[in-house]
């Protein structure tokens, strides 16, 4: 398993940016494809972005295509999520995750190492 720290969060006006960090241990972190996911109060988790270990494809849901990019750096063990035109649903616990899975899924339980979490806040 990989040991993940997410940071980055905070709080932040609509229309705002904010980009999260996620650090990794271990020398294997390019193996990994690498996720973004997110749980508001009261609401289930969903999937926000993924990124493939070497090629680099990324993954996005619907509703954060265009405003949020996922992007990683192999020699620096680190994944990470822009955030651009922030809105108030943005609003969340953002986790980061890693995968061995062999195909891509927009599923939590395909993700085997996660984060503990760093408070994205979305002010109207």
């Known amino acids: 398993q990989v040991q993940l720290v997410e940071s980055g969060g905070g709080l932040v006006q609509a229309g705002g940016s904010l980009r999260l960090s996620c650090a990794a241990s271990g020398r294997t972190f390019s193996r990994y494809r690498m996720g973004w996911f997110r749980q508001a109060p009261g609401k289930e988790r969903e999937f926000v972005a993924a990124i493939a270990g070497s090629s680099g494809r990324t993954y996005y849901a619907d509703s954060v295509k265009g405003r949020f990019t996922i992007s990683r750096d192999n020699a620096k063990n680190t994944v990470y999520l822009q955030m651009n035109s922030l809105k108030p649903e943005d609003t969340a616990v953002y986790y980061c995750?890693?995968?061995?899975?062999?195909?891509?899924?927009?599923?939590?339980?395909?993700?085997?190492?996660w984060g503990q979490g760093t408070q994205v806040t979305v002010s109207s």
């Open positions: 995750a890693a995968s061995l899975a062999p195909i891509f899924r927009q599923l939590g339980s395909d993700f085997g190492s």
